[in-house]
Each structure stands twice: as C-alpha cells, then as structure tokens.
C-alpha cells in the first residue's frame, strides 16, 4: 500500500504548474476617434482662469478600447441635428460611421462606457445595438430623477438621450457602476470626484503603462500643466477636480498617460491617420 504522502506527490506530479500561475493581466489597445470638430470654442470655458479672448478648435472624440474578446467604447458622441446647430459642428461623421471607418463594425461593440450623461458623450448610445452600456449609479439616478425637479440642474443633458437610457435600463442592458474605485471590466476601472456633471466617471485601462482616459473631467493637457480645472457641476467643486486632476496623474504614473477628452494634440502626441490616434 502506498503511504498518503507518496499518493499525495504522485497526483501533484501530474499537475501542471500552470494551474497554480496567476492570470496573466488582460492587455487592451486603446485609439481615439475623431468623428468632429467645434471650431473657435471659448479656451475659458475650458480652463478656468484662461484668458478671455484665446479661443480652440476642439476635438469631439471617442476612445475605442479593445482585447480580451471585448470592443469596448469609452463616450459614444452624439448625433441629434440640434446640437450641431448650436454649436456649429463642422468635419462631422457620425459616431458609428467614424468607428466602422476605422475597421469596427458598430454592431461588434460589446461595451459603452458613458463618462457622464452630456449630449456629446451620452448621445449616441442608440447606436450601438449588441452594447452593454456602463454608467455610474448617482448619475443615472439624478439624470433620470431630481435634475427636472425644482432647483435640479440639467444643462447640457438631452431629455431624448435619458430616454434612450431609461429604455436599455427596462431591456437589461445597462449597468450601474456604483461608486469609486470600481473595476467595471477585467483591466478596465472607473474612478470618480472630479465633479463635471453630479457623478461623472473617468477610467484607466491598466497595463505597463497604464492610461487614464478623462474625458470631460480634464479637457485639455493644458488644465493638467497649469493645474486649473475644468468646467464642474458647481463652481464649489473646482478643488474636487483639480484634486482628481492629480489623482489621474498618480493613476497612470506620468501626466503624458493622462488623455484629455477634447484636446487635438492627441492626435499629434500619438501616431494618427486621418481621424485615428494609436494611444497604446
């Protein structure tokens, strides 16, 4: 009869030491889209402090995320005539069309990652009809909720986007992101406080060298380099956001890995062709 402990390292033997290896981290590609422009925007209105008459063409992007077996995209554009209008859009292609330009067939997105709910990062979540969308809970609760009630706040919001919203919500494909620090996908984590709308989010997708992508919560690499916040909820929450502005940094271990969500020079600190930059 062979003792227990020679049955013991007899099984062991067959086993490969693989099985017992962590998981190697998931690694994701990540480009930015340009699908349009807003040109001669005020720089004031981007950078508090800047002076009033220096003016930007702005870049209207979305951050296109992919390994794994995922497609994820980080912001969706928007497509709805009235905001083109007001703001006098030009170089415009429609979110879908940019990505399917860039060789991603809409249809194949798996994920939609909202940073927060204004017009030109929420409103093309109808175009993504296989997505799962990701958006933080206190955003969709006061979005839908308490910002259309006396004393609510809802400039820059788009009552037919909610809507849309609302409706993946009774189809089960939308998720609620709740709160800071969050790991939404393997890789993929959501941080919250720089305070643009009520519960805007940013993300770093994780990796050697890690990235943070920050969408609304710091608009140009200007605000990191002359440390001055972005547009807030309240102007009460300008320090919020600059802490969350040095928060991005230590995030992704440099300021150069920190994007911005409408600066062009994105375009021209990163390989690009035509409307794509290879970010990582």
């Given at each position: 009869?062979?003792?227990?402990?020679?049955?013991?390292?007899?099984?062991?033997?067959?086993?490969?030491?693989?099985?017992?290896?962590p998981?190697a981290?998931?690694?994701?590609?990540?480009?930015?889209?340009?699908?349009?422009?807003?040109?001669?925007?005020?720089?004031?209105?981007?950078?508090?402090?800047?002076?009033?008459?220096?003016?930007?063409?702005?870049?209207?992007?979305?951050?296109?995320i992919?390994?794994?077996?995922?497609?994820?995209?980080?912001?969706t554009?928007?497509?709805?005539?009235?905001?083109?209008?007001?703001?006098?859009?030009?170089?415009?292609?429609r979110?879908?069309?940019?990505?399917?330009?860039?060789?991603?067939?809409?249809?194949?997105?798996?994920d939609?990652?909202?940073?927060?709910?204004h017009?030109?990062?929420?409103?093309?979540?109808?175009?993504?009809?296989?997505?799962?969308?990701?958006?933080?809970?206190?955003?969709?609760?006061?979005?839908?909720?308490?910002?259309?009630?006396?004393?609510?706040?809802?400039?820059?919001i788009?009552?037919?986007?909610?809507?849309?919203?609302?409706?993946?919500n009774?189809e089960?494909?939308?998720?609620?992101?709740d709160?800071?620090?969050?790991?939404?996908?393997?890789?993929?984590?959501?941080?919250?406080?720089?305070?643009?709308?009520?519960?805007?989010q940013y993300?770093?997708?994780?990796?050697?060298a890690?990235?943070?992508?920050?969408?609304?919560?710091?608009?140009?690499?200007?605000?990191?380099?002359?440390?001055?916040?972005?547009?807030?909820?309240?102007?009460e929450?300008?320090?919020?956001?600059?802490r969350?502005?040095?928060?991005?940094?230590?995030?992704?271990?440099?300021?150069?890995?920190?994007v911005?969500?409408?600066?062009?020079?994105q375009?021209?600190?990163?390989?690009?062709?035509?409307?794509?930059?290879?970010?990582?």
């Amino acid at each position: 009869m062979i003792p227990a402990r020679r049955r013991l390292l007899t099984v062991l033997a067959g086993v490969s030491l693989s099985a017992f290896a962590p998981s190697a981290p998931t690694s994701y590609s990540i480009d930015a889209i340009r699908y349009a422009t807003v040109p001669q925007f005020p720089l004031r209105a981007l950078v508090m402090g800047a002076p009033e008459s220096e003016k930007l063409d702005i870049a209207m992007v979305v951050w296109l995320i992919r390994g794994s077996g995922k497609v994820i995209l980080f912001d969706t554009g928007f497509h709805r005539e009235k905001w083109m209008k007001q703001f006098t859009v030009t170089d415009y292609v429609r979110p879908d069309e940019a990505l399917r330009a860039a060789g991603v067939p809409p249809e194949t997105v798996t994920d939609v990652v909202i940073s927060h709910a204004h017009w030109d990062h929420m409103g093309g979540i109808d175009l993504f009809p296989q997505a799962t969308v990701w958006i933080q809970k206190d955003e969709f609760a006061y979005y839908t909720g308490a910002a259309w009630q006396p004393g609510g706040r809802h400039g820059g919001i788009d009552p037919e986007d909610i809507a849309v919203l609302v409706h993946l919500n009774t189809e089960g494909r939308l998720r609620l992101v709740d709160g800071d620090d969050v790991e939404i996908l393997p890789g993929l984590r959501a941080y919250t406080g720089a305070r643009h709308t009520f519960a805007s989010q940013y993300v770093r997708v994780d990796g050697e060298a890690p990235v943070v992508l920050a969408s609304d919560n710091c608009y140009l690499y200007r605000n990191l380099e002359a440390r001055a916040a972005s547009a807030t909820f309240t102007p009460e929450d300008r320090d919020a956001n600059l802490r969350a502005q040095e928060r991005m940094i230590a995030l992704a271990g440099r300021r150069d890995r920190v994007v911005p969500g409408h600066d062009p020079l994105q375009f021209a600190r990163y390989p690009a062709a035509g409307r794509v930059a290879r970010i990582r």
